[in-house]
């Protein structure tokens, strides 16, 4: 039977950078991914009118989804770099409301180790609404520019078969093309780690903090 599975991430491309692989291995076999995005990512190209940039980033995100299967993209819209200050309680409200909608059998979503400030609102925000349900969700974190081991249980996926799917699908997010290529050498040096460590060519490791 398919399972629901929540990636809750702080910018579109979040996902694919830190776990892409393991969304086209549970895709594979049948899950459903809900990917839920808190912004816009307006900020990536400050010049540029708010618009254009954020209509751009939607593209290529949906573009991706329908390419691999995504269930369903779901943007809060909150302003980018400020998320700190702009999700209140009609945001939480709206997250648990689509946590007790899907009844997913993982939540993911980025590490409070990562240096992005958004990155840690939501991973804040994430816990506070999982805890405030009766019913218990287990809620795993990913790193986006973390890159260091935390001390915590893991969950490891081998993701062997999908790795270099997940590198050209980062490299459809265009318009972050920067950041992407910052982040390639680090992705497969993590990806080889993990992968010599748990027997395989490539994994992903996640932190199971719920």
């Known amino acids: 039977m398919p399972k629901n599975?929540?990636?809750?991430?702080?910018?579109?491309?979040?996902?694919?950078?830190?776990?892409?692989?393991?969304i086209l291995k549970y895709i594979d076999r049948g899950?459903?991914?809900?990917?839920?995005?808190?912004?816009?990512?307006?900020?990536?190209?400050?010049?540029?009118?708010?618009?254009?940039?954020v209509g751009k980033r939607k593209r290529e995100t949906a573009k991706i989804a329908?390419?691999?299967g995504i269930k369903e993209l779901i943007y809060f819209n909150l302003e980018d770099t400020k998320l700190s200050q702009k999700i209140d309680?009609?945001?939480?409200?709206?997250?648990k409301d689509l946590i007790q909608k899907y009844k997913p059998n993982k939540i993911f979503s980025v590490s409070d180790k990562d240096?992005?400030?958004?990155?840690?609102a939501v991973n804040k925000t994430v816990l506070e609404v999982v805890d405030s349900i009766k019913k218990t969700y287990p809620v795993y974190t990913f790193q986006v520019?973390?890159?260091?081991?935390?001390?915590?249980?893991?969950?490891?996926?081998?993701?062997?078969?999908y790795f270099n799917e997940k590198i050209r699908l980062m490299k459809e997010h265009k318009s972050q093309w920067l950041s992407i290529y910052i982040q390639l050498?680090?992705?497969?040096?993590?990806?080889?780690?993990?992968g010599l460590k748990h027997n395989c060519k490539y994994a992903e490791v996640f932190y199971k903090i719920r």
Do not use: M
């Not at 050498?185 to 993990?194: Q, R």
């Open 115 to 120: 240096t992005h400030p958004d990155h840690r």
């Open 5 to 22: 599975i929540l990636v809750i991430c702080s910018h579109d491309d979040d996902a694919i950078i830190s776990i892409g692989g393991s």
């Open 31 to 53: 899950d459903n991914i809900i990917q839920i995005i808190f912004s816009s990512g307006e900020k990536s190209h400050p010049h540029l009118k708010k618009s254009v940039i």
């Open 145 to 161: 520019w973390n890159i260091f081991e935390e001390n915590l249980p893991t969950l490891t996926e081998d993701v062997s078969d």
């Open 185 to 194: 050498i680090p992705i497969y040096v993590k990806g080889i780690i993990n």
């Open 66 to 68: 329908k390419e691999i």
């Open 89 to 95: 309680e009609k945001t939480k409200n709206k997250l």
